[in-house]
């Protein structure tokens, strides 16, 4: 009987440790993620390349090359090639974001904006990195849920796209901080429980959930408190 402890006592120690290993590579991951992406977003407004990505086109080349670096990233996550792959995704998602970043800077508020939805995002992150930890109860009940709301909201954007209603935008800001900070607590609860052990993906899925509350932080925030010269 004191041999069946022991093992079950070690392998759980074993699984313990591998699940801190991959939080702690794909903690390492994401916060390396963010310089291509910062990287990308000052390009794009040096630049203006992504000034004239607007309505059909604009929306065309963001599912294109935003589906096509997933795919490639499924493709290799097990590879040396990951890592790369990943972070040409995040700088890709940089210049995509910097269309808005530039119209966000064309207030006179612009850069304080931009720093609350940074400090806002990076509060929501903290928030649901807590509450992962502590909460003892399995979520994985709620990815279906949370995927039906990452499609509604993504059907709701691209019908915005045409129409341009300003009180649409508004809605699906709300509705994807939401969702997308429940997405946070779930995946970061998948790694803590052993359902996710690629720190690659993991690090994909957190960087989307991450960059896509910032996103509508910021749209909100320039609606709501965008401040004209």
Do not use: C
Request: charged content about 10%; hydrophobic content about 55%.
């Amino acid at each position: 009987m004191n041999d069946n402890v022991q093992t079950l006592d070690h392998g759980y120690v074993g699984s313990a440790e591998q699940r801190n290993r991959v939080l702690r590579n794909t903690y390492w991951l994401l916060a390396l993620s963010m310089l291509p992406t910062v990287l990308g977003a000052w390009v794009g407004v040096a630049t203006g390349i992504t000034a004239s990505l607007t309505g059909g086109l604009g929306l065309i080349v963001f599912l294109g090359g935003a589906f096509g670096f997933l795919y490639a990233i499924e493709k290799t996550k097990n590879s040396a090639a990951g890592v790369p792959v990943l972070l040409a995704f995040t700088f890709f998602m940089g210049l995509m974001l910097s269309r808005m970043i530039g119209m966000i800077l064309g207030f006179r508020n612009g850069s304080e904006l931009i720093m609350t939805a940074m400090g806002g995002t990076a509060g929501v992150f903290f928030v649901m990195a807590t509450l992962a930890s502590v909460i003892k109860r399995d979520l994985s009940g709620m990815g279906k849920w949370l995927f039906v709301g990452a499609m509604v909201v993504m059907v709701g954007g691209i019908i915005n796209v045409f129409v341009g209603s300003t009180a649409g935008m508004l809605a699906l800001s709300v509705a994807v901080i939401g969702i997308f900070s429940a997405y946070m607590l779930y995946d970061l609860k998948q790694i803590l429980d052993g359902g996710e052990t690629n720190y690659i993906s993991a690090t994909m899925r957190l960087y989307l959930d991450i960059f896509n509350v910032f996103q509508a932080l910021l749209a909100l925030l320039g609606i709501m408190g965008g401040e004209k010269d």
